[in-house]
């Protein structure tokens, strides 16, 4: 069953490039938190530096987020703080920005411990508090046809000394980027050490959609994936993306850690298509985003499938695919799908709740993870969000379920 999703899953993908890369070229990439893209229904580049979405905010990004919180900062009597209207420095020429997230959360699986009298009890893993990111960002507008973008990745040990210091291997803990433009509606070249426009870019490291049931603690691409290379991307028409690169994927065979797939010398090229049909009505509009990507290097493939519905200010509804397969013959095989729905009751109070499933298929055995999860996104004031969440995680081995929560302070 899972071999034939995936004959499915491929064919999709192969007809919907053919389609995409026969009507134009090259194109932006989603998202962050692409639940804001389909309730804002704006594409996730004009909220972020980061031309493939992510990281650090444009002034638009910044600014809708400042007046995002139960109480405002004016209602408070910090006007100063209130008036503050974008995130820029030197006329707006150099933008900064940061995110730092604290998780309170069990790391870790189960165990089985005796007593004396050799009664067995289950012991869950501790709660611990684990400093997620700390990570600033920094935009030049160096040119109204050049602009330069960087972000660095602190480590479990980058205060203590080690400046590089990735928690996974094949991690990077920097991005740099120039992105070239030279009229408002060129194409977008962009050249550096970047994340490749691989599906959509979720904020959330827990999610399934890229891991490996398998091996949870070593996903091929990991968080704050970077590598060298270049990539164009264009946008003809508000509805239609698309996107295509090539790069020197060095930290993609690092984290894959085996020649025989992939050498460290080898190349990778990117392609992905995204459509963004909008429905205007009298009364409700619908966004939407259909579409998938195709990294591949050397003996490792991976395929992205995503469909996004949403109405303006009200909600959204997010499936995607995620399939990779290794080896000369193709014998280590992963198929993630993910189903996320998202209510608005306020601008600062969502509402959140997504089932997974990952699958690894390898050496002839079959490892399955199952992922039910249950929480909300919380702005009590502007730039700080909370989200309590309630997990359950069932793999081969263990059941788990814990109540989480996570402190993010972003500017």
């Known amino acids: 069953m899972m071999k034939s999703m995936m004959m499915m899953l491929r064919t999709l993908l192969l007809c919907v490039i053919l389609v995409g890369t026969t009507s134009a070229f090259f194109a932006n990439t989603a998202s962050a938190v692409p639940r804001m893209s389909l309730t804002a229904g704006t594409p996730?580049?004009?909220?972020?530096?980061?031309?493939?979405?992510?990281?650090?905010r444009t002034e638009l990004g910044w600014s809708s987020m400042a007046t995002t919180g139960a109480i405002t900062y004016d209602k408070m009597g910090l006007d100063a703080v209130h008036n503050m209207h974008h995130n820029g420095f030197g006329e707006g020429t150099v933008q900064l920005g940061a995110?730092?997230?604290?998780?309170?959360?069990?790391?870790?699986?189960?165990?089985?411990?005796?007593?004396?009298?050799?009664?067995a009890s289950v012991v869950s893993p501790d709660r611990r508090v684990i400093p997620m990111q700390v990570q600033p960002y920094i935009g030049v507008y160096a040119?109204?046809?050049?602009?330069?973008?960087?972000?660095?990745?602190?480590?479990?040990s980058t205060f203590s000394g080690n400046f590089c210091d990735p928690t996974y291997p094949g991690q990077s803990c920097f991005a740099a980027s120039a992105n070239i433009q030279p009229t408002y509606t060129s194409p977008i070249l962009k050249v550096g050490h970047f994340r490749p426009a691989i599906g959509i870019r979720h904020d959330d490291h827990t999610m399934l959609g890229l891991g490996d049931a398998s091996q949870p603690r070593q996903p091929a691409i990991a968080p704050n994936y970077a590598d060298?290379?270049?990539?164009?991307?264009?946008?003809?028409?508000?509805?239609?993306?698309?996107?295509v690169g090539g790069f020197w994927a060095r930290n993609l065979a690092e984290a894959i850690a085996d020649e025989a797939i992939l050498d460290p010398?080898?190349?990778?090229?990117?392609?992905?298509?995204?459509?963004?049909?909008?429905?205007?009505?009298?009364?409700?509009?619908?966004?939407?985003?259909?579409g998938s990507s195709l990294y591949w290097a050397g003996r490792y493939r991976l395929e992205n499938y995503f469909l996004?519905?949403?109405?303006l200010d009200k909600g959204s509804l997010m499936v995607e695919a995620s399939r990779s397969d290794?080896?000369?013959?193709?014998?280590?095989?992963?198929?993630?799908?993910?189903?996320?729905?998202s209510v608005q009751l306020r601008e600062w109070l969502i509402l959140n709740g997504r089932v997974e499933r990952a699958t690894t298929e390898k050496a002839g055995e079959e490892f399955v993870t199952d992922a039910l999860v249950i929480?909300?996104?919380?702005?009590?004031?502007?730039?700080?969000?909370?989200?309590?969440e309630y997990r359950i995680l069932r793999t081969n081995n263990y059941s788990l379920g814990q109540h989480t929560i996570q402190v993010h302070f972003f500017f």
């Not at 996730?44 to 650090?56: F, Q």
């Not at 996004?308 to 109405?311: A, D, T």
């Not at 290794?326 to 729905?341: C, H, K, S, V, Y």
């Open 143 to 156: 040119k109204d046809w050049l602009k330069l973008y960087g972000t660095y990745a602190a480590g479990p």
């Open 228 to 243: 060298t290379g270049a990539e164009m991307t264009y946008s003809p028409t508000f509805w239609f993306q698309t996107s």
């Open 308 to 311: 996004g519905l949403g109405l």
């Open 326 to 341: 290794r080896g000369q013959e193709a014998d280590w095989n992963t198929l993630n799908i993910m189903t996320m729905l």
């Open 265 to 290: 010398n080898s190349p990778a090229v990117i392609g992905k298509v995204m459509f963004q049909p909008r429905f205007e009505g009298e009364k409700l509009t619908v966004t939407s985003w259909l």
């Open 375 to 388: 929480g909300a996104e919380i702005f009590p004031v502007p730039y700080i969000e909370l989200r309590p």
């Open 44 to 56: 996730c580049s004009a909220c972020h530096l980061n031309v493939t979405g992510g990281g650090g």
């Open 99 to 119: 995110d730092v997230r604290i998780q309170v959360a069990k790391l870790g699986q189960p165990t089985v411990e005796f007593d004396d009298q050799g009664q």
